[in-house]
Every structure is written in structure tokens, then in C-alpha cells.
């Protein structure tokens, strides 16, 4: 089908072609033509002129009719079935309507493409604050699949098995821009996330984050660990606004009964992050292929350790179908200093940039480590993928981020 589009496609240029060619070789060679076997006279001069009109209303009758074949084509092209990944076939017993909020986001869309290759059928709701489409376009159209665009900070009524509630943006520069609504996301959001699975008695997972420890006094730090938060920080907004996810999720746990996991999660990396994320990750590797300054904030002997995006998806389905309801961490426990790690991607990505430290960050953890031991008891997890080989995958990720911006940017200044 795809390739007699093509051949109907080459058809109708090659006809558009050969009939503005047929008019100028008249205008040409026959005018000159008409001067040359006759003496030039006004009537020769009229029935050139008549015959140009009539030339001209049958290009003008060619060029509407192809374009009208244009339109025609552009609907065929709608109708040629999309190429999917594989999906697994569930019968409807093991078939689950899955909610993932925030799936349109970097970790969301990989567990959505998780979900959807296990045979599920999924529906992503994201406000595209920080989410985009084209992280969940390879299943768009897909039947198993659903894109709403929707704010969660509004109740949403539909009929679901289980729910993700990943929405909310992760990275300091994004979820301090608008700190209000940050905080409605994890609150009210939250609320409307339970209430759902409340109503139809789905299951719930909640993302929260290695940022309920705060800036932590005990390291590694273990779930059982109540943290160190300043609540009128510039971080608050997200720190305080997960750890009244939690609290809200164990209350409605308590009172209605509920099913619910919560995922602590630690810092992750990995193709889809966003250019302008702002997280060290992409900063680093965006600066290192540009050879731009890599700009560590304040002394860089704070510590973190990198989980890649794979590993903490297998983590999150784990724990969603595990029977544990407490709080997992979920991350991977090999720390660095941000000096150290702005090495490693300096040598990974070479090029000459240089490493500079720049004014620190308020509130900025100074250590962060995960201690997994209960998701390795529990769920029998732990992450796969070295930091090398994850980090490979994300700069190449990079710069092909990096080859299509210039490309469409070239493109809109062409355009302008
Ligand atoms: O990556 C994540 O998943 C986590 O990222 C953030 O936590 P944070 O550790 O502050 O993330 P980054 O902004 O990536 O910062 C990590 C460290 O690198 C430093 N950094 C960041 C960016 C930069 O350009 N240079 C730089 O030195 C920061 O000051 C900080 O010490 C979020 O707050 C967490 O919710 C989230 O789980």
C-alpha cells in the first residue's frame, strides 16, 4: 500500500512536471514559431493570446485537480497501519486497564512502553507541564493504548485496574518554577489519584522520591529513616508535597482499606530526559558534547548515586505487584561526588570543555545514597545497568537531541 502511494505520489509530479514544461515550450518554441511562418499580423498576436488563456485555465484545472489527489493521498496515508512494537496477547483474565499519570514524562514513558510490551492495556493522562507527546507517540493509535490530556489536579472518572501516579515534575529548576502548583500536583493530585482507586478499587502506586530524607544525617539512608527537610525551603515545595503524599496515601490505606505501594525513588537517568531538564545528568552531557564550561554547583564533593531509567522500571512493577505496601527505595547505591562524576562524563563524551565550580544551590542534600535492602529481600530487586553503560545510551541519546534541535532550528530560521 505504502509503495503504490509512492508510485500515485511520482505519478502526479511527473504530470504536474510535463504540463508546466508543455506551457513553456509553447510559449516558447510555438510563439516563435508563429512569427516565423507568417508575417507577423494582430490577428497571430489574438490567437496567441487566446490560446495562453486556454493553456492557462488548464494549468490552473490540472494544478486544482492534483491537489485535490493531494488531499486524497494525505487520507489514504492516515489509513496505512501503523507499525507497532510486539506486544505480548493477554487473555482477559491477566488483562489489566492500567493508569499511568504523568506517562507522557521521562520515567513514565518507560514504564509505559513496560506495561504496553507485557499486553496490558494502558492510559496515559499527562498535562504536558514537563511530559511530551513524542515520548508515547511510538504507541499512539495502538489499540491498547490511550493518551488523555488531562491535569490531575482535577478529578478524572474512569474505570481502572491499577494506577501509577508518577505526575508531578522532578527536577529542582522545574518543580521550583512553579512552586504552588507543585504542590497541588502531589496534594490535591494525590488525593484525586486515591480517591479513584478508592471508587473502583484499583491498586496504587505512589512516586515518591529520595527528597522526603531532606538533606540527610544518616547515610545510606533506609526507608525506616524520618529524614531532614527544611519546610520553608525553596525545595519544600516538592519534598514537603511527596511526604504529604505519602502521609495522605497510609491515611486513606488506613480508613477505606485500600492496596497501595510508594516508591522512594533516587536520582535516574536515561534517554527522554528533557534538554532543558536542568538535573546534573543532562546538564553535564548536554555541556560536555557542546564543549561548553560543565558547571558543578558549590565545592561538588556532594554525593549522589545514578540509577538508569530501565532498572527502576523493573523496580516499579516489582513493587506494584508485590504485596508490600511500605515505602521501597528504588535506586542504584553506587555514589559519587558531582566533581567525580563530572569527570566520568567529560572522558565518556571528550571534547575539551572545562570543569568549573559555580555558587551552590540552597537546601542543595549533600549526601544521597540509597540502602536497598528491602527492595533485594522484598522484591528481589536490584539495579543491572553499570553507569557506564547507561550513561553510553544517554549521551547518545544526547546527541541525537542535540542533531534534531539544530536541524529544526536551522529549519524555523530558513522558514522566518
Ligand atoms: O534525578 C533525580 O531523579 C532526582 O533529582 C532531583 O534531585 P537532585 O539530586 O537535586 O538532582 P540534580 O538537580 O540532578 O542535582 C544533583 C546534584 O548535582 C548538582 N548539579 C546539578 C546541575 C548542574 O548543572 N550542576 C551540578 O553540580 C546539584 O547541585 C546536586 O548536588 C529531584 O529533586 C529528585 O526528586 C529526583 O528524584
Not at 515550450?25 to 510563439?31: A, D, E, P, Q, S
Not at 486515591?194 to 502506586?205: D, E, I, S
Not at 562524576?341 to 542543595?364: C, M, P, R, Y
Request: glycine share 6%.
Amino acid at each position: 500500500m505504502i509503495q503504490s502511494i509512492w508510485k500515485m505520489k511520482k505519478v502526479l509530479a511527473i504530470l504536474l512536471a510535463l504540463s508546466t514544461l508543455s506551457f513553456i515550450v509553447y510559449l516558447t518554441i510555438g510563439r516563435k514559431n508563429v512569427g516565423s511562418i507568417h508575417k507577423y499580423t494582430s490577428t497571430d498576436d489574438l490567437y496567441v493570446k487566446e490560446k495562453t488563456k486556454l493553456l492557462k485555465n488548464d494549468l490552473q484545472e490540472a494544478a486544482t485537480k492534483i491537489q485535490e489527489l493531494e488531499e486524497k493521498l494525505e487520507i489514504l496515508e492516515t489509513r496505512i497501519p501503523k507499525k507497532y512494537p510486539e506486544v505480548k496477547f493477554l487473555n482477559y483474565l491477566k488483562k489489566k486497564r492500567i493508569l499511568v499519570t504523568g506517562g507522557a514524562g521521562f520515567v513514565g514513558s518507560h514504564l509505559v512502553d513496560n506495561l504496553m510490551l507485557q499486553g496490558h492495556e494502558v492510559i496515559v493522562v499527562d498535562n504536558f507541564f514537563t511530559g511530551r507527546k513524542r515520548n508515547v507517540e511510538q504507541w499512539i493509535g495502538h489499540e491498547n493504548f490511550e493518551l488523555i490530556h488531562h491535569d490531575i489536579v482535577n478529578p478524572l472518572f474512569i474505570e481502572v485496574d491499577e494506577i501509577y501516579h508518577l505526575a508531578s515534575p522532578a527536577s529542582p529548576p522545574h518543580y521550583m518554577q512553579n512552586p504552588v502548583k507543585t504542590i497541588k500536583t502531589n496534594t490535591l493530585g494525590t488525593i484525586n489519584m486515591l480517591g479513584l482507586a478508592r471508587r473502583v478499587n484499583a491498586k496504587v502506586l505512589i512516586a515518591s522520591t529520595s527528597e522526603v530524607y531532606g538533606d540527610p544525617d544518616i547515610h545510606p539512608q533506609p526507608e525506616t529513616y524520618w529524614g531532614h527537610v527544611n519546610p520553608i525551603g525553596p525545595r519544600a515545595c516538592y519534598d514537603e508535597g511527596k511526604r504529604v503524599a505519602e502521609t495522605l496515601t497510609y491515611a486513606y490505606a488506613k480508613q477505606e482499606n485500600m492496596q497501595v505501594r510508594v516508591a522512594r525513588i533516587f536520582n535516574t537517568y536515561g534517554p527522554r530526559m528533557h534538554m532543558n531538564d536542568g538535573r546534573v545528568v543532562s546538564n553535564f552531557i548536554l555541556q560536555a558534547l557542546q564543549n561548553e564550561v560543565i558547571t558543578v554547583y558549590g565545592s561538588g564533593e556532594q554525593t549522589r548515586s545514578f540509577q538508569y531509567v530501565s532498572d527502576l522500571v523493573d523496580g516499579l512493577v516489582a513493587l506494584m505487584e508485590s504485596n508490600y505496601t511500605l515505602p521501597v527505595n528504588l535506586g542504584n547505591p553506587v555514589e559519587h561526588t558531582i566533581n567525580e562524576f563530572a569527570t566520568i562524563i567529560k572522558q565518556l563524551v571528550g571534547g575539551h570543555s572545562t570543569i568549573k565550580n559555580v555558587a551552590e544551590v540552597e537546601d542543595d542534600p549533600q549526601r544521597r545514597r540509597p540502602d536497598i535492602s528491602r527492595a533485594k529481600n522484598i522484591l528481589n530487586w536490584e539495579p543491572k545497568v553499570s553507569l557506564n553503560v547507561g550513561l553510553q545510551k544517554t549521551v547518545n541519546y544526547f546527541r541525537k537531541e542535540l542533531k534534531r534541535f539544530k536541524h529544526s532550528h536551522n529549519k524555523s530560521s530558513n522558514f522566518l
